[in-house]
């Protein structure tokens, strides 16, 4: 059923595309807490990773997929490379694309910037997020995690909570769990919320005991000061009080409801320190090893079609 040359967002994917790559990739997840070794489709193929903003978890399990999967794999100092000379984003991939890649995956601040990459380049690119657009494979990942913890991914109540307005990991969530069914809550002050975001088919509140009231999953999202250009909450402490989760507002959800985050962290903030590191309510760690699996999924999918 996969049949995109790229993976730019969530928007293109199809419904029963977005099974085939959480399906491969529940797989994938299962061999390695088997400690198998997978089979090696990428062997001989070159995986470049391009990284225009610094990320640990997002970079790191790229590598590791593609090493996994048997890919020759060469991450790009993007800080010490000629776009710091004034090199352009498009010269920048002119030079790359001469040098034949086969699995591109770039994270860049600005949004749209993966999508003109990819129609410059001849081979599969992934966007490992793209200023406030898409952060495709966190919502797969995401997605994965909620289907393994709740047995499977419609019809569920999932409230998303914090800083949409900054958050591309919002905004493909938003997209991939709309297709899958579900019923989506928009959590947080006025200020972090986007123009126009209630013509999208979601409940949107800036009450936590309503936006929380029996929802399956609670999924909380960083403060991304980096791309705020003001004052969007009066401090950090009263921001803690009315939206940080804490087990107080958590009785309001279910009472086997999961609690998620993208990563990485503000403890006090967005999350209690004891509720981020509860097992039995938790799933961050998780959503860390999914990521892998998933991103070892999309790139095998994306071989695939390019072989094919």
Excluded: W
């Amino acid at each position: 059923m996969f049949r995109q040359p790229h993976l730019l967002g969530i928007e293109p994917l199809h419904p029963l595309e977005i099974t085939e790559i959480l399906d491969l990739a529940d797989t994938y997840a299962e061999s390695a807490r088997a400690g198998e070794r997978p089979h090696r489709p990428l062997q001989g193929l070159t995986q470049v990773n391009m990284f225009f903003e610094n990320s640990t978890r997002t970079q790191a399990s790229f590598e590791i997929a593609g090493k996994r999967l048997g890919a020759d794999v060469m991450s790009m100092a993007m800080q010490t490379s000629s776009v710091k000379k004034g090199e352009t984003l498009i010269d920048t991939a002119m030079t790359l694309n001469a040098m034949r890649p086969d699995l591109l995956v770039v994270r860049h601040p600005q949004s749209g910037a993966v999508d003109l990459l990819a129609q410059k380049v001849d081979c599969a690119v992934l966007n490992a997020g793209d200023g406030r657009h898409e952060h495709p494979t966190q919502a797969l990942l995401d997605a994965l995690t909620i289907r393994r913890e709740k047995g499977r991914l419609h019809r569920l109540t999932i409230a998303i909570c914090g800083d949409i307005a900054h958050s591309r990991v919002a905004r493909s969530n938003l997209i991939l769990l709309g297709k899958m069914e579900n019923r989506v809550r928009l959590v947080g002050p006025p200020t972090l919320m986007p123009a126009g975001v209630a013509d999208l088919g979601v409940e949107v509140t800036d009450d936590m005991e309503e936006g929380l009231r029996d929802a399956d999953v609670v999924m909380m999202l960083r403060l991304q000061r980096e791309r705020m250009d003001g004052a969007f909450i009066p401090s950090e402490r009263e921001y803690y009080h009315r939206f940080g989760l804490d087990a107080a507002k958590l009785t309001h959800a279910k009472p086997d409801a999961i609690v998620m985050h993208p990563g990485p962290m503000n403890r006090g903030v967005e999350i209690d320190g004891t509720l981020a590191d509860d097992i039995n309510r938790s799933v961050i760690q998780e959503q860390v090893e999914m990521g892998v699996a998933v991103r070892m999924a999309a790139m095998e999918l994306l071989a695939r079609n390019r072989a094919g």
